[in-house]
């Protein structure tokens, strides 16, 4: 083989492992990308070219039941049309509020009471759908940077802010500044690590602590019409308490 076929055959290779190299780099940021969107503790942003309602549809996975609730409820005009930020329950929230009347939930409790238990979702009456969804709503369009900072052992300090919801009811909403840990290990550097929205649903304002607080798995989704928050499902509950809503249901099937 000559010295030019050799050096041709050479530049070749060398333009295979860079058009190699380049497809895995592309992947690897890709991948990353949608990785972090819904690992990073609440800071991704993401605008949809849709409404509110439209992105639930988008994401059967996660709000193929909250989308079906909306609509049971008479929301799905507000959803698609009106300007609000949404916590966002999802699916698993649901399926852990209705549960089976052999593994426990809500249609364990209508079995022992000799009530009719809930074969779908429009066995429960809209008004109830309704109540609880607008404790998930606020008005105007709110991303994480307009909320301020809340740190739940110190809320003299830092107490985030009282906000009404849709249904009249009270949260507190703040963002919480994780502590950031030094590459050794030896020292922490407080408020300095990433920061997460988290929304406490308030039982009674005559008793301001008595809150139960669920962190946000991923903030700023920005549909047309407003913003959505998703909750962490690990921790959160449909309507923030999902006994209360257990109860409306049972008194409605009396």
């Given at each position: 083989m000559s010295i030019g076929q050799q050096r041709e055959d050479n530049m070749k290779t060398l333009k295979k492992m860079k058009l190699g190299f380049l497809l895995i780099l592309i992947f690897a940021l890709s991948s990353c990308a949608k990785d972090d969107y819904y690992v990073d503790g609440g800071l991704a942003q993401a605008e949809f070219d849709g409404s509110i309602l439209e992105y639930l549809d988008s994401k059967p996975r996660e709000f193929d039941t909250i989308a079906q609730i909306i609509r049971l409820s008479g929301l799905e005009s507000y959803f698609q049309n009106e300007e609000f930020t949404f916590f966002a329950p999802r699916d698993e929230d649901i399926k852990s509020l209705i549960g089976s009347y052999t593994n426990g939930g809500l249609n364990a409790d209508l079995y022992f009471l000799g009530l009719d238990t809930l074969k779908q979702l429009s066995d429960v009456d809209p008004e109830i759908w309704q109540k609880y969804l607008l404790r998930h709503m606020f008005t105007g369009k709110n991303v994480l940077a307009d909320y301020p900072q809340v740190d739940?052992?110190?809320?003299?300090?830092?107490?985030?802010?009282?906000?009404?919801?849709?249904?009249?009811?009270?949260?507190?909403?703040?963002?919480?500044?994780?502590?950031?840990?030094?590459?050794?290990?030896?020292?922490?550097?407080?408020?300095?690590?990433?920061?997460?929205?988290?929304?406490?649903?308030?039982?009674?304002?005559?008793?301001?602590?008595?809150?139960?607080?669920?962190?946000?798995?991923?903030?700023?989704?920005?549909?047309?019409?407003?913003?959505?928050?998703?909750?962490?499902?690990?921790?959160?509950?449909?309507?923030?308490?999902?006994?209360?809503?257990?109860?409306?249901?049972?008194?409605?099937?009396?």
């Amino acid at each position: 083989m000559s010295i030019g076929q050799q050096r041709e055959d050479n530049m070749k290779t060398l333009k295979k492992m860079k058009l190699g190299f380049l497809l895995i780099l592309i992947f690897a940021l890709s991948s990353c990308a949608k990785d972090d969107y819904y690992v990073d503790g609440g800071l991704a942003q993401a605008e949809f070219d849709g409404s509110i309602l439209e992105y639930l549809d988008s994401k059967p996975r996660e709000f193929d039941t909250i989308a079906q609730i909306i609509r049971l409820s008479g929301l799905e005009s507000y959803f698609q049309n009106e300007e609000f930020t949404f916590f966002a329950p999802r699916d698993e929230d649901i399926k852990s509020l209705i549960g089976s009347y052999t593994n426990g939930g809500l249609n364990a409790d209508l079995y022992f009471l000799g009530l009719d238990t809930l074969k779908q979702l429009s066995d429960v009456d809209p008004e109830i759908w309704q109540k609880y969804l607008l404790r998930h709503m606020f008005t105007g369009k709110n991303v994480l940077a307009d909320y301020p900072q809340v740190d739940y052992s110190v809320m003299n300090l830092y107490g985030g802010q009282n906000y009404f919801s849709l249904s009249g009811e009270v949260c507190n909403i703040g963002v919480i500044f994780h502590d950031a840990v030094s590459s050794d290990g030896t020292s922490v550097l407080k408020y300095m690590g990433y920061r997460q929205l988290s929304i406490a649903y308030i039982y009674d304002l005559s008793s301001p602590d008595d809150f139960i607080s669920v962190p946000i798995s991923s903030s700023d989704i920005q549909p047309h019409n407003g913003v959505v928050h998703v909750l962490d499902y690990t921790v959160g509950q449909f309507g923030f308490n999902q006994g209360e809503v257990g109860a409306d249901i049972i008194e409605s099937k009396r």
